[in-house]
């Protein structure tokens, strides 16, 4: 958290970038674990990076997996993305995993 008070201080405008997913209840752990290493490090290695998060919530057999990162402009998202920031960015075991995903990626500046 100390990251985003810092990035929300200093730059002129921060960006939160969230993405939304589900997998089985039973392949969440190894699912966050995959992630950790192909998308979260991905993010935070990407200038203009400012944290990136994975959160998740159980439900019933499933659970929700929610990614959230900070970044100092659309110009450094579009290096982790691709031209068209809004849609996902997928790793190869992706298809093993997810039961649901959403394709387009939501954005948000933080105002306070």
Do not use: K
Not at 15 to 43: N, S
Not at 54 to 83: C, K, P, Q
């Amino acid at each position: 958290m100390h990251r985003l008070l810092h990035a929300a201080r200093y730059c002129l405008s921060v960006i939160a970038r969230i993405w939304r997913g589900v997998v089985r209840r039973e392949d969440a752990a190894a699912y966050a674990d995959y992630i950790g290493r192909t998308g979260m490090a991905e993010y935070r290695s990407t200038p203009g990076n400012h944290g990136a998060w994975m959160l998740r919530r159980d439900d019933g057999d499933r659970s929700e997996i929610i990614t959230f990162s900070l970044w100092d402009s659309r110009d450094s998202i579009r290096a982790f993305a691709g031209e068209d920031i809004d849609q996902a960015v997928y790793y190869p075991e992706d298809d093993r995993f997810l039961i649901e995903r959403d394709s387009l990626v939501r954005h948000y500046e933080i105002v306070s």
